[in-house]
């Protein structure tokens, strides 16, 4: 009866032994699975790290160029301004040289009326053609009144 729990008790002791074994076997394919699943979470997170990294750079940079894009556009917005107020100012300077234009051509235009009305009153009238070549032959022979009056003041 010994013998039979010493055989039982001995084949209990392989069966155990074959378990344990069976047991580290597992134990050391979870470690294995383990450490690997640990150093895909490093690789992982090391990626995740580095994309981090480089998504902080592009959206710094991306302000920055929105900064830069800003100020260029406030300098074109105050240029605008500056040649729109200049334009505004040529524009009344033209309407101003306009109206002198138009001032003097109207003075021009009676100027010449009253010359062609002159001319008309001379030819009509034969003393009064006679008078205009006299006066423009004293004017001609420095006879003008204005000569002689110079010349009286100097004495």
């Known amino acids: 009866k010994f013998r039979s729990q010493l055989i039982v008790a001995n084949e209990r002791a392989h069966l ?3 378990m344990t074994a069976a ?29 981090r990294g480089r998504c902080n750079d592009e959206i710094r940079s991306e302000r920055a160029h929105s900064a830069r894009i800003e100020l260029w556009v406030y300098a074109l ?15 009344q300077l033209v309407d101003h ?27 009509l009238d034969v003393d009064a053609l006679l008078l205009f070549f ?18 009286r003041a100097n004495g």
Do not use: P
């Not at 150093?39 to 990626?47: C, F, Q, S």
């Not at 917005?77 to 524009?91: G, Q, V």
């Open 23 to 51: 047991m580290r076997y597992t134990l050391s394919c979870e470690v294995a699975h383990r450490n690997i699943a640990d150093k895909k979470l490093i690789k992982l997170t090391e990626k995740m790290a580095k994309l």
């Open 97 to 123: 040289q306009q109206d002198l234009d138009r001032k003097i051509q109207r003075k021009l235009r009676d100027e010449l009326w009253q010359h062609n009305v002159a001319v008309q009153m001379i030819g």
């Open 77 to 91: 917005l105050s240029t605008f301004t500056y040649f729109r107020c200049e334009i505004s100012h040529r524009e």
């Open 134 to 151: 006299a006066q423009r032959l004293a004017a001609l022979a420095g006879a003008h009144q204005s000569y002689n009056d110079a010349l």
């Open 16 to 18: 155990a032994e074959g």
